[in-house]
């Protein structure tokens, strides 16, 4: 069974203090590893995929990357604006489905 | 830009009605979810859909229903409300096929109180 575990639960930052959030997946033959952030009473927004062992992204101060067992969530400088709940999918081979974690609910304060 | 679109921001029913919450994208992707995610408990699947017609179990389908006549449409139907149905209802789609993964786009979400 597919399985992922984001850590931490809840992080606190000050502006301008660099971080970064883990996501450990299990899964046979990984197809995708898919970042999201999601707002208060809002949608997830989708941020990145990764698909192989070394591979990195970057959008403005978030950078993702991806090994054999886990993918990190760097946010270089952070601003209030960052504030929110990042999630983490992992996609098996075996079909469309996504398996998420519960999520790391991040707080900037200015 | 994917847009995916719910019928409803938020929604208030009686235990017992017969509730639809409609889904659109307008991405022509083979592939719409239907989740809830309530706190503590993440994001679950109820249902998906990889084509017109088709439709699949997620990890808890009990007490919902689907319909997708075409396409762009996904529907989730409740067929008696109860309270314990109270949650935070989001729609995804994504594109089907291909080696490499897909990543779903998501709607605004619905919440819906069952009173």
């Known amino acids: 069974e597919d399985q992922v575990t984001q850590s931490p639960e809840a992080l606190r930052l000050q502006e301008g203090e660099s971080s970064s959030l883990n996501c450990s997946y299990t899964?046979?033959?990984?197809?995708?590893l898919f970042w999201y952030r999601q707002d208060p009473g809002k949608g997830p927004e989708f941020l990145f995929t990764?698909?192989?062992a070394g591979e990195e992204k970057e959008k403005e101060r978030l950078k993702a990357t991806l090994t054999k067992k886990e993918s990190f969530l760097h946010i270089t400088a952070p601003k209030p604006e960052d504030s929110a709940t990042y999630l983490c999918?992992?996609?098996?081979?075996?079909?469309?489905?996504?398996?998420f974690g519960e999520g790391t609910q991040l707080t900037v304060n200015p | 830009d994917v847009k995916v679109t719910q019928s409803s921001r938020y929604l208030v029913k009686r235990t017992g009605e017969k509730v639809f919450l409609e889904c659109v994208q307008d991405?022509?992707?083979?592939?719409m979810f239907w989740y809830r995610q309530d706190p503590g408990l993440g994001l679950r699947l109820i249902y998906f859909?990889?084509?017109?017609?088709m439709k699949e179990k997620g990890d808890i389908p009990e007490g919902y229903s689907v319909s997708r006549e075409k396409k762009e449409r996904f529907s989730l139907i409740l067929e008696s409300a109860s309270t314990n149905q109270t949650s935070m209802y989001l729609c995804?789609?994504?594109?089907w096929g291909g080696g490499r993964g897909n990543e779903q786009f998501f709607g605004p979400g619905t919440r819906l109180t069952v009173l």
């Open positions: 859909s990889y084509d017109v017609k």
């Open positions: 990764l698909y192989s």
């Open positions: 999918a992992v996609q098996a081979p075996s079909g469309s489905r996504l398996t």
């Open positions: 899964v046979s033959g990984l197809r995708g």
């Open positions: 995804a789609s994504s594109l």
């Open positions: 991405m022509d992707h083979e592939n």
